[in-house]
């Protein structure tokens, strides 16, 4: 969270540190600035608001600046609500500094500050670092040993870039829990949060270690660790890089990357199917089918699609498999044992609470697996074993995409399991694998065709403050998938409940044209969810079914049933998936909001 930029080169910085945050947008947007050498010292320009409001002051007051040296900051708020004042970058004395993450004493270390004479200008917990900077850089005029000092004094996570009034020219770097990439390019030498702001100008890159502070020139990159003593750090080479095509003649990142999908999920099956039957590392498959349970560890929309594995793995494979809400895992954890396995899934690969879950689990020697859909993220790098979607960029807020690919990379890890402890036949498997590689996109299509009908339909139903998402078992796990996409977008009021739950007390809220969304599938509990449905619709619900499979009590009990047709039942939720996720999209489109970049949203949590 947070979009961090610093470049030195032989080029104009400010159209590059724009350039820059404008790729780093999708970590937080609700503030933007930047600060930037010229003969006059220090300018800092920074505003609320996207990153176009930045631009604006420039083009008014430093339309002829010129500087090749600077950094940048697009904001997600943690501490201080967004605002000009609380916007990046934060100056004191003669430190001027971004920052991306959360620094937890921030309160005494203010104090401190405070006590010795520094005035605060903004809320924010960042401002601390420049005042401490500033403070020990007065002592010994070092600006290495007074950052190395500021290291030792902040506690939490933190990627920060500093400029020093004195240091003309330099960026310094350093970062802990946090992403800060350093690289050096033909067009010069930058800083970034994210590779993606470098990517086109670069295949290599360094990842400075935690505890060093990196600086920055024209002429090169040199890394100091804890006693001043240089450093050199390995060269990450990327091997392979996800690209973004930008959204051709879609109106939108989320509409582009929900019609993506049916090549999302060929893709990444294509590395995971040979002669037609699932193919993993055997290494891999004897761990997990020798774990007493899996453990599957995501946030969000990945906790979501982990659900959908766990019923994959439990019933193809026999195993146990428990989900985690890695927020939650981290202080909370269960009873694990030393015979079990750990799977951590993530779109980004940077998201902090599973990235701190999966460390937790390194420390103990336990066995991790990743899967996730960025090449080189930090979790892709720090798993044991590596699994990777391939739906390619996700820019959108709202994750789509690599929701149908975890899902459909989970089906074909279960059946590989299925077939190690001997649960499937080769022959099932195969006729399985197909199912999902060419039937599931197929379905896909065949929703994707109907997305006039489905605005149809979100502009009958998402007419109230509130909504309910029903099912049972996976429908379950679909339905709390679909409600966090339309609440994330539309900012409705939506709740998903297991069916039968409802009446245990939430009931109570349903009245007269309140919509209430089933999602039913298969047929042992077909009957029942369609009662569930019927006691809604008895309160005067507005009642919506999507289904497998439209049966007359389906039709008789709701306002509305959209049917989803699928090559088999087991795989019915991630081709219903594209419904709910073009309901949410068409939804949030009719209240007017910023489907790509919701509010108070950002595309990658690394704050926890
Ligand atoms: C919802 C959404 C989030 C992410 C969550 C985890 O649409 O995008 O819930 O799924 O923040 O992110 P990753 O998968 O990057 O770890």
């Given at each position: 969270?947070?979009g961090?930029?610093?470049?030195?080169g032989?080029?104009?910085?400010?159209?590059?540190l724009?350039?820059?945050?404008?790729?780093?947008?999708?970590?937080?947007y609700?503030?933007?600035?930047?600060?930037?050498?010229?003969?006059?010292?220090?300018?800092?320009?920074?505003?609320?608001?996207?990153?176009?409001?930045?631009?604006?002051?420039?083009?008014?007051?430093?339309?002829?600046?010129?500087?090749?040296?600077?950094?940048?900051?697009?904001?997600?708020?943690?501490?201080?609500?967004?605002s000009?004042?609380?916007?990046?970058?934060?100056?004191?004395?003669?430190?001027?500094?971004?920052?991306?993450g959360?620094?937890?004493?921030?309160?005494e270390?203010k104090?401190?500050?405070?006590?010795?004479?520094?005035?605060?200008?903004?809320?924010?917990?960042?401002?601390?670092?420049?005042?401490?900077?500033?403070?020990?850089?007065?002592?010994?005029a070092?600006?290495?040993?007074?950052?190395?000092?500021?290291m030792?004094r902040?506690?939490?996570?933190y990627?920060?870039?500093a400029?020093?009034?004195?240091?003309t020219?330099?960026?310094?770097?350093?970062?802990?829990?946090?992403p800060?990439?350093?690289?050096?390019?033909?067009?010069?030498n930058?800083?970034?949060?994210?590779?993606?702001?470098?990517?086109?100008?670069?295949?290599?890159?360094?990842?400075?270690?935690?505890?060093?502070?990196?600086?920055?020139?024209?002429?090169?990159?040199?890394?100091?660790g804890p006693?001043?003593?240089?450093?050199?750090?390995?060269?990450?080479?990327?091997?392979?890089?996800?690209?973004?095509d930008?959204?051709?003649?879609?109106?939108?990142?989320?509409?582009?990357?929900?019609?993506d999908?049916?090549?999302?999920i060929?893709?990444?099956?294509?590395?995971?199917?040979?002669?037609g039957?699932?193919?993993?590392?055997?290494?891999?498959?004897?761990?997990?089918?020798?774990?007493?349970?899996?453990?599957?560890?995501?946030?969000?929309t990945?906790?979501?699609?982990?659900?959908?594995g766990?019923?994959?793995i439990?019933?193809?494979?026999?195993?146990?498999?428990?989900?985690?809400?890695?927020?939650?895992?981290?202080?909370?954890?269960?009873?694990?044992?030393?015979?079990?396995?750990?799977?951590f899934?993530?779109?980004?690969?940077?998201?902090?609470?599973?990235?701190?879950?999966?460390?937790?689990?390194?420390?103990?020697?336990?066995?991790?697996?990743?899967l996730?859909?960025?090449p080189?993220?930090?979790?892709?790098?720090e798993?044991a074993?590596?699994?990777?979607?391939?739906?390619?960029?996700?820019?959108?807020?709202?994750?789509?995409?690599?929701?149908n690919a975890?899902?459909?990379?989970l089906?074909?890890l279960a059946?590989?399991?299925?077939?190690?402890?001997?649960?499937?036949?080769?022959?099932?498997?195969a006729?399985?694998?197909?199912?999902?590689t060419?039937?599931?996109?197929a379905?896909?299509?065949?929703?994707?065709?109907?997305?006039?009908?489905?605005?149809?339909?979100?502009?009958?139903?998402?007419?109230?403050?509130?909504?309910?998402?029903?099912?049972?078992?996976?429908?379950?796990?679909l339905?709390?998938e679909?409600?966090?996409k339309?609440?994330?977008?539309?900012?409705?009021?939506?709740?998903?409940?297991?069916a039968?739950?409802?009446?245990?007390g939430?009931?109570?809220?349903?009245?007269?044209?309140v919509?209430?969304?089933?999602?039913i599938?298969?047929?042992?509990?077909?009957?029942?969810?369609?009662?569930n449905?019927?006691?809604v619709?008895?309160?005067?619900?507005?009642?919506?079914?999507?289904?497998?499979?439209?049966?007359?009590?389906e039709?008789?009990?709701?306002?509305?049933?959209?049917?989803?047709d699928?090559?088999?039942?087991?795989?019915?939720?991630?081709?219903?998936?594209?419904?709910?996720?073009?309901f949410?999209?068409?939804?949030?489109?009719l209240?007017?909001?910023?489907?790509?970049?919701?509010?108070?949203?950002?595309?990658?949590?690394?704050?926890?």
């Open positions: 969270m947070c961090i930029i610093g470049y030195c032989g080029n104009p910085a400010i159209p590059r724009l350039n820059g945050l404008k790729k780093l947008e999708y970590r937080g609700d503030s933007a600035g930047i600060a930037f050498f010229t003969e006059s010292g220090i300018v800092t320009v920074k505003a609320e608001g996207r990153i176009a409001n930045t631009e604006a002051l420039l083009r008014g007051d430093y339309e002829n600046a010129v500087s090749v040296c600077g950094i940048g900051h697009t904001r997600w708020a943690t501490t201080g609500r967004p000009d004042f609380n916007a990046h970058p934060h100056r004191s004395g003669a430190v001027t500094i971004v920052h991306n959360i620094i937890e004493n921030y309160k270390l104090a401190e500050c405070e006590a010795a004479g520094t005035v605060f200008r903004s809320q924010t917990d960042s401002e601390v670092i420049a005042a401490l900077a500033d403070g020990y850089y007065r002592e010994n070092d600006p290495v040993a007074a950052l190395q000092k500021v030792e902040l506690k939490g996570s990627a920060v870039t400029l020093f009034e004195d240091r020219n330099t960026v310094y770097g350093f970062r802990r829990d946090s800060l990439i350093a690289a050096e390019t033909p067009d010069g930058y800083f970034a949060s994210d590779y993606i702001a470098v990517k086109h100008l670069t295949d290599t890159y360094f990842l400075p270690e935690e505890g060093v502070v990196a600086e920055l020139t024209a002429r090169g990159i040199r890394y100091f006693q001043g003593e240089q450093r050199a750090p390995a060269p990450v080479t990327v091997t392979e890089s996800n690209r973004d930008g959204k051709g003649d879609f109106p939108h990142y989320m509409l582009k990357e929900i019609f999908i049916p090549e999302a060929r893709n990444t099956c294509r590395d995971h199917v040979l002669e039957l699932p193919s993993f590392d055997d290494g891999l498959l004897q761990r997990l089918s020798a774990a007493g349970r899996i453990y599957i560890v995501a946030c969000g990945a906790l979501n699609a982990g659900k959908l766990k019923g994959y439990e019933r193809l494979a026999g195993i146990p498999v428990s989900c985690e809400t890695a927020s939650e895992f981290r202080y909370f954890p269960p009873l694990y044992g030393k015979n079990d396995c750990f799977v899934i993530s779109q980004s690969g940077e998201t902090a609470d599973t990235a701190a879950s999966m460390r937790m689990i390194n420390a103990q020697g336990l066995y991790t697996v990743a996730v859909n960025t080189n993220s930090t979790i892709a790098r798993a074993d590596v699994l990777y979607t391939r739906a390619g960029v996700e820019t959108a807020v709202a994750s789509t995409k690599a929701y975890q899902g459909a990379l089906f074909l059946l590989a399991l299925g077939m190690k402890t001997g649960r499937v036949s080769a022959a099932d498997a006729r399985k694998t197909g199912e999902l060419d039937g599931v996109p379905a896909v299509r065949k929703v994707l065709t109907e997305s006039a009908r489905i605005r149809e339909l979100s502009h009958r139903f998402c007419t109230a403050p509130s909504c309910f998402f029903l099912g049972r078992g996976p429908d379950f796990f339905a709390e679909s409600s966090l339309l609440k994330e977008i539309s900012y409705i009021h939506c709740e998903a409940y297991a039968g739950e409802l009446k245990h939430t009931i109570a809220l349903i009245e007269k044209d919509p209430v969304i089933a999602v599938s298969g047929e042992t509990i077909r009957a029942k969810t369609i009662n449905a019927a006691e619709k008895a309160r005067s619900a507005k009642v919506l079914i999507v289904t497998d499979r439209a049966v007359p009590e039709r008789e009990t709701a306002d509305a049933v959209f049917t989803v699928c090559p088999a039942e087991e795989l019915f939720h991630l081709c219903a998936a594209v419904f709910f996720q073009l949410a999209y068409h939804t949030a489109l209240r007017g909001c910023d489907v790509d970049k919701p509010r108070n949203l950002a595309k990658s949590v690394t704050v926890e």
